[in-house]
């Protein structure tokens, strides 16, 4: 029997075009910077391709209550090829706070684990991930199965604290009582250890660049504003795990409502434990419409259609691929929920990353055809000119150094006029990039703040949170407007340069705000989300305040810098090919010289000449092909995307990076 093709093998697939992706664009750079022909503009352009082919992450998030076998789940599609559980997920033994899975080369593998009363500090996570004194390091025997167990299960800690502790910490609510965690003998509020985990560990997909989010209950998800916020809003894919024994429950319906309801189309709803409906007194038939009723009525409650609602058996999944029993695996349904992960979420990052590429092999082309360009039409120039000395007297070549002067000191008269462009330039993008900086952004989050205190109870949160966006959508939106204004001034600037002065300057297309105004308008629907009344008494906590702005102004900062440093490296892009192509022009004019006094010198100089500049052009039409052939080669590569049959590979025993699961096995 063929097994099915499973997410992970998607993602390998994905993975190994990304990685041929970025082979050929290596190529391009080694032959581009073999011959001279990359400049500070197209390096530029290279090292951000190579950055986001390199650096580019895919995130799932699984989100559920308690007890619904999140963790099962995880460990059944990601990590079966260890042979055992890697995340805990055996009863009494849940994962207690947000945990990420990733790998980093650079770092040793590890369980960060940041404790719970970083809260009080007000720091956001984003502030405290490259703090590593604030987290507690423990390191990881990644070929040691049952030390890797025994390390893991630190995720699971928790620790006893009192009631006005626990409402310090997020976990006490007296305005919703009935969302409160229960009280031991002594009054006491159970609570997890640790606020936030970072696992570093090489398992191959992770090494691919895939990033699993763990997280637990609606407590946790409530407790923390940049899970609610950042985290989860940012993930590729998120799945929704509910108990088919229970269906959705008040709290199950409370996290779907005010975490995950909005953007659908990357929402996975999964019904675990479909096993437990199994009745030894009821038919296959009978079990099997039971589990359809809990499917519709699911999807009905959820407002979503059926089509994205998978009941599976998590517990079943992982077992029948511990064992290799693909019959098993079939039965346990999870197949079905990967094939959609695979074939809805990875094209879309696929799609993503070759319009990526496709952009930026035009610009590489574009500039380095510019180039090469400007380059030979001197050549032709030059060459017309020596050919017009056949014959000529020393007196006539004379005649010609003279001319060549007088052009070299006319055309040294742009420098006047380039270094007024430069100071007209230099102060529009000042002007453009003002409203986009880090005081101008944290002036208008303080005003927000102090509108929102004037209110009682924080309840006029949701009123100056939209004002604030209104008023940062119009500072991407003016920013917009100036750069308009300075791509309309260089673009006359440039053709006055090209009349009067020879040079061929062109604009390139200059960057758009409004992904970033869509970016700012995706944190706007999760905040305005979030500030409901529930939140609003949270807000009105100092500490739970200072917290919420600084990750507000955090994620902000992210969306406000990317918009500056496109524009930044826009222009600086634009106006480097002027810098470029004024030291080649003097350069020209200069062998141009050079070539005469030689003539002058030797009649036999002037058909040597005449080779070499002949010579040189043939040799700037062979790298102008050799380019275009090797970024043909890599939007050729971009355009065929991740190819089926590596996918049918992967599924080969061994066939995949086993690095990390081999010695799991072997011990196991």
Sequence with gaps: MTPTPSFATSLDALSGWRSALAQRLEDVARFLGE?????????????????????????????????????????AIFFADTGRRILPATPGRTTMCPVELAWDADEPSSLMLLPIETRLDGLSLTELRPQRRAWKIVPLQVRDPDQLAQSLLEVTRTSFVTKDQARALGFWDDAQPEDNPPLDDAGRVEVPAW?????????????????????????????????????LPSAHATVFILGADTGVTKSDMA????????????????????????????????????????????????????????????????????????????????????????????????????????EGAQQ????????????????????????????????????????????TAEFEQCTVRLQALRVVHSRMLKDALVGLSSDRLREEVSEMQAVMNKSLLNLGAKKAFIVLCTKLRALL???QHLNVEVRDMLGASFAKLNAEFGFSLALTKAPDMERYMDELSLIERNYVQYLGLTQALRLSQPKFMEQFRRMLVSKLRVVFENASGDLEIWNKSTSAQVDSQLRERRRNFRRRRESLERVQTAASELELRLGEIETQDERLQSLLGRTRHLLEALREQACAGPMPEIALISLAPGARDQEAAQPLRAQA
């Design 195 to 231: 606020r936030h985990a970072l696992i570093n560990y090489p398992h191959p997909l992770l090494k691919q660049g895939l990033v699993v989010l763990d997280t637990p209950g609606l407590n946790a998800i409530g407790a923390e504003p940049e899970l609610t916020l950042s985290l």
């Design 255 to 358: 996290i779907w409502r005010d975490h995950l309801g909005s953007h659908a189309p990357t929402r996975f709803v999964v019904l675990n434990k479909i096993d437990a409906l199994l009745d030894p007194l009821a038919t296959r038939e009978q079990v099997q419409a039971q589990i359809a009723g809990v499917r519709r009525e699911t999807a009905r409650t959820l407002d979503i259609p059926a089509e994205r609602v998978f009941p599976l058996s998590a517990r079943q999944a992982l077992a029948a691929r511990v064992m290799g029993d693909h019959e098993a695996l079939r039965d346990s349904h999870l197949p079905e929920l990967e094939s959609a992960l695979g074939t809805q979420l990875l094209p879309q990052r696929r799609q993503v990353l070759e319009d990526v590429v496709l």
């Design 364 to 407: 590489i082309e574009t500039h380095v055809s510019r180039r090469l360009g400007d380059t030979r039409r001197q050549l032709a120039e030059q060459m017309l000119e020596l050919r017009g000395l056949r014959g000529k007297s020393s007196s006539k070549l004379r005649l010609m150094i003279e001319r060549v002067d007088a052009e």
């Design 477 to 479: 939106s003016g920013a």
């Design 35 to 75: 011959h001279e022909l990359i400049d500070d503009s197209a390096s530029m352009q290279v090292g951000s391709l190579r950055e986001r082919l390199g650096n580019e992450k895919l995130v799932v998030a699984f989100v559920a209550e308690f007890s619904r076998g999140k963790s099962e789940l995880i460990n």
